[in-house]
């Protein structure tokens, strides 16, 4: 399957997309941007796949994506970590600093992807439990600090098919390539993330995929965890999360933008996976955004 060119749109007050999960989920999503990504995984487990390596993760675990590369990431249930992507003209200018080589060393080095160890990974938890308390230059002054600690583990993986299975999987995972190509839920899935805001029929998905009712419902549970509905709220929540932090949209637009029909449903539906009214959590996250409610 191709995977989706993702624009990524920088956090208010900054030039880089610094995302905070906070017991969260992260969906089958394959994606690409030009955008290079650390994502760290405080808290949770799943599986990672970039290009056609898939490889089990479990907390606490660092990763490193260059721009361009295809990848996605599946938790298990909910993960609370961060996921920052920063454009590559901003890393370029200090390529040619000898005090910054190291960014260099890490760029040069991480195709397709780097995995540090548990060690490395907890210090950079730390820096950016520091970095999530902090704004504008300090907190890009701790990425820097977190790159560098990054650059500096001596038992960085470049990505690799694991030896063995994780305990929740029957198959090995050379295998898990060729059965995500091959699963006839595939197509449905990726259609569900591009067009999350559209209405959609069960019965119709169940036969898109040539699979009998139940056992769509049955597979498409089995795969995500959830069930159609709950995967779609889902990823229109996410969506709205993204919307509320990033632009200054009114809620009652944004209800209606991600594919909710109701707003009081959509409030419901938002306290129901964050604990809190879209309101409040601009007001908490939303940095310096100028709110718009």
Request: net charge negative.
């Amino acid at each position: 399957m191709n995977s989706v060119m993702e624009m990524v749109y920088p956090t208010p007050g900054y030039s880089f997309c610094f995302q905070i999960f906070q017991d969260g989920k992260l969906h089958y999503n394959w994606h690409h941007h030009t955008e290079y990504e650390f994502t760290i995984c405080r808290k949770g487990s799943g599986e990672v796949r970039i290009g056609e390596i898939i490889h089990s993760f479990k907390d606490p675990v660092a990763f490193f994506i260059p721009s361009g590369t295809d990848h996605t990431f599946i938790s298990n249930g909910k993960f609370n970590g961060w996921i920052v992507q920063i454009p590559p003209p901003i890393l370029e200018p200090y390529k040619a600093r000898t005090e910054f080589f190291f960014l260099t060393e890490l760029i040069n080095q991480s195709s397709p992807g780097l995995v540090f160890s548990e060690e490395t990974s907890k210090e950079i938890i730390i820096i950016l439990e520091k970095a999530q308390s902090q704004e504008g230059f300090l907190r890009w002054t701790s990425l820097l600090e977190a790159f560098y600690l990054a650059s500096r583990d001596n038992q960085t993986r470049l990505f690799s098919f694991p030896t063995a299975a994780p305990p929740d999987r029957k198959t090995p995972l050379s295998d898990a390539f060729t059965q995500i190509e091959d699963d006839p839920l595939d197509k449905i899935i990726d259609r569900l993330f591009k067009e999350f805001a559209e209405p959609h029929q069960l019965k119709d998905l169940a036969s898109d995929a040539k699979m009998p009712l139940q056992s769509f419902y049955r597979h498409f549970k089995k795969r995500t965890g959830m069930t159609v509905v709950e995967y779609l709220h889902s990823l229109r929540i996410n969506t709205a999360k993204k919307l509320l932090l990033q632009s200054k949209f009114y809620v009652d637009d944004i209800c209606y933008e991600v594919g909710f029909n109701s707003v009081s449903f959509f409030n419901r539906k938002f306290k129901e996976h964050t604990g809190m009214s879209p309101i409040e959590y601009r007001r908490c996250f939303g940095g310096q955004l100028e709110l718009a409610n």
